[in-house]
Structure formats: structure tokens, C-alpha cells
């Protein structure tokens, strides 16, 4: 992805972003891009704000001051009508997944359209089955509640709810907590694929460094209230700091790397 990407291209423009909790200053000038179409990991130390960042752009949170633009509109500046019809075209998948226990996965992943695009029950819940089997859960799964499944059952089932109004920017705040390496790794490939498929762009909060590696065409690094390096890859890890220096080259960034090598066979 260029760096020298077009207005078009940025799908997500924060400036001079500021937060504040009392005398916690958590966010000061901070900025940021999402272009379309890229996986822009959101990495950085617990309590640097990467969560309140998600919160700030989805609208949960309104930010002390700074511009979000999001498909080019400055969401402080719409009414709240202009503003709910953006926020529709976010997914969000918070790490908890927030389904209804009570409610099965069809229902759940249905609420949103029905509530949303207005759609019957019946109608929904057609399109819910068909969005529940493209995150590859069986179909027996619809009918079953949060309770009878796995933790990875039921990460895939809140990113079919997430996925449901068919968003252009999907947020993930740390998808694969609490899953199996393995499950993890089938995770972090169904991202990649249903982005190829449909194309949206996708803001992801992780600390982990396999996801990032796998998944993430883009990273940026929180630290001291705002963004320090914002690009691909390499040049985050070749960013001198002691943060970077510790999360990507300490003994689990060494681990990831030869785990890496030896499956791909290249030599990074
Ligand atoms: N609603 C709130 N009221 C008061 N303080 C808050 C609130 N939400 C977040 N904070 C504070 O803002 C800071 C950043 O929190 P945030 O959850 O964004 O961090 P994070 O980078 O996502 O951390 P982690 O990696 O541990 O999840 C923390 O100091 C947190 O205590």
C-alpha cells in the first residue's frame, strides 16, 4: 500500500485526536489513516489507548477534540441521523463477541437486520444462516446458543453478526484473546480471506504478534498519547525505540520470526 495513497484511498482520517479521562490525558494529537481495503494492525502497551482510539472512531466515545473524517465526512460535524447512517457501515467485533446468551446464533446475527435493513424475521434469519456459514460455522450451529459452543465458535458467530449489514470497515479489538494457537491462526486466516473476498478495510487491535504478522499490511504503534510510526511491517520493527525494540525483537518477536522462517523457508 503507498504511502502516498489519494484522499479517495483513506477511508479513515484522524487529526490531532485528544482524550482525556479526568487527569488522564490518553490521547494527545494523535493521527492516524486507514486506507481501503488494508489490514491496519493497532498495537502498543496496556493502557495506551488503542481501545478508547476504536471507541473514539465508532462513535461510543465522543473525543475531547481533533477531526475523525471517516468516507470523507467529519463525523462531528453530522447531525445525528447522517451520523448513524455512517456508523452503519462499521462491523465491530469487541473482544467479550457481546452476543445474547438467550438468543440463538441466527437470531442473533439477525437482530441488526432486522432492526437495521428492516428486514422480516424470516428474511433475516435466511441471510443470517447464509452469513454464519461464510465465517465457516456448520449449520447446526444456528440454532444452538453462545453457551453450547466453543470460544472460537463463538469469536466466528459475533464476526457474522459484525459482518451482517455488510460493512466497509470492520473493527476487531483483540479477536483472537482467549483462543488456541491453532484456532487463533484459523481466525487470523478467515479475516485475510473474507477481506479478499469483500473487500473491506479493517481496523485491528492486537497484541498479537502472529496475527500481526499474518494478517496486517499495515501497522501503527500507540505510544505517548499518540501514533509513533504508522507504516508496513518493516519499517515499524526498524523504528528505533524501546518499546518496538522490546515487543518485536524481545524473545517472543525472536520466537515469531524463526517459527516464520522455517515455515516459509525465507530467511527475514
Ligand atoms: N471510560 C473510562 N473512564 C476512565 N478511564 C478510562 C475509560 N476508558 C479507558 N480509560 C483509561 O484510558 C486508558 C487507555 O485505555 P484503553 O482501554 O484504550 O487501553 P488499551 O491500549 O486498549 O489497553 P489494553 O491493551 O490493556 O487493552 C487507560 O488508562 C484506561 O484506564
Request: with cysteine; aromatic share 6%.
Amino acid at each position: 500500500m503507498s504511502q502516498q495513497a489519494s484522499k479517495q484511498d483513506v477511508v479513515i482520517r484522524v487529526r490531532s485526536l485528544c482524550n482525556r479521562f479526568g487527569s488522564t490525558e490518553v490521547h494527545k494529537n494523535l493521527d492516524l489513516d486507514l486506507y481501503r481495503r488494508e489490514i491496519l494492525g493497532v498495537v502498543g502497551g496496556s493502557g495506551t489507548g488503542k481501545s478508547v482510539l476504536l471507541r473514539s472512531i465508532v462513535g461510543l466515545l465522543q473525543p475531547d477534540s481533533g477531526v475523525i473524517e471517516v468516507f470523507g465526512q467529519e463525523l462531528q460535524a453530522l447531525s445525528p441521523d447522517q451520523r448513524s447512517r455512517v456508523e452503519r457501515r462499521f462491523g465491530v467485533l469487541f473482544q467479550s463477541g457481546a452476543l445474547f446468551s438467550s438468543l440463538t446464533l441466527q437470531e442473533n446475527v439477525a437482530l441488526p437486520l432486522i432492526e437495521h435493513a428492516r428486514l422480516s424475521r424470516n428474511d433475516a434469519e435466511h441471510l443470517a444462516r447464509v452469513k454464519l456459514a461464510l465465517v465457516g460455522l456448520p449449520a447446526n450451529a444456528s440454532v444452538m446458543v453462545p453457551a453450547q459452543l466453543s470460544g472460537g465458535m463463538v469469536k466466528r458467530a459475533a464476526l457474522a453478526r459484525a459482518l451482517a449489514l455488510d460493512p466497509e470497515v470492520l473493527f476487531l479489538d483483540e479477536p483472537t484473546a482467549g483462543l488456541d494457537p491453532i484456532g487463533a491462526a484459523a481466525f487470523d486466516r478467515l479475516i485475510v480471506t473474507l477481506r479478499d473476498a469483500l473487500g473491506f478495510s479493517v481496523f485491528l487491535v492486537t497484541h498479537d504478534l502472529d496475527t500481526l504478522y499474518s494478517t496486517c499490511d499495515r501497522v501503527a504503534v500507540l505510544s505517548n498519547k499518540r501514533v509513533l510510526v504508522e507504516g508496513p511491517l518493516e519499517t515499524v520493527e526498524a523504528t528505533d525505540d524501546p518499546w518496538i525494540r522490546d515487543y518485536f525483537h524481545g524473545p517472543r518477536g525472536r520466537a515469531v520470526h524463526r517459527a516464520r522462517t522455517a515455515t516459509t523457508g525465507n530467511v527475514e
